[in-house]
């Protein structure tokens, strides 16, 4: 992978799994540095909190108000970076999206908030 600028190319890119479906965006990097080698790249991170980190307290703190509302504890997804596949218009993991918990506020929309929309339940639920 040559070439690549973590800011532009990577941070805030579309994931997609192996199965090309969207599970969100990189919202973070963890970088290792080691004794007499150069640094890499060890992980993408994926969540909210993540994200709100990078905005600024403010977004921290309605982050964490949120949470608590809803009374669900914000959790990051680590993933490592032995997983990407291909980093060009998207970053291409080798995983499935299932494995993981990156879809786990959509589900949460979903099971919590489409599904008293009328119409927004699909047809396979009631």
Do not use: Y
Request: aromatic share 2%; glycine share 8%.
């Amino acid at each position: 992978m040559k070439g690549v600028q973590l800011v532009h190319d990577v941070l805030d890119a579309q994931l997609v799994d192996r199965e090309r479906q969207k599970m969100g965006r990189v919202d973070g990097l963890v970088i290792e540095i080691r004794d007499g080698e150069p640094p890499r790249v060890a992980a993408l991170l994926v969540g909210g909190s993540v994200l709100a980190e990078r905005v600024g307290r403010w977004m921290i703190a309605i982050t964490h108000r949120v949470s608590r509302l809803i009374q669900v504890e914000p959790e990051v997804t680590r993933i490592p970076f032995e997983r990407v596949r291909v980093i060009g218009s998207c970053v291409e993991l080798d995983l499935d999206a299932r494995e993981t918990n990156t879809l786990r506020t959509e589900r949460w929309l979903d099971d919590h908030i489409v599904c008293r929309i009328p119409g927004g339940a699909g047809p396979e639920r009631k």
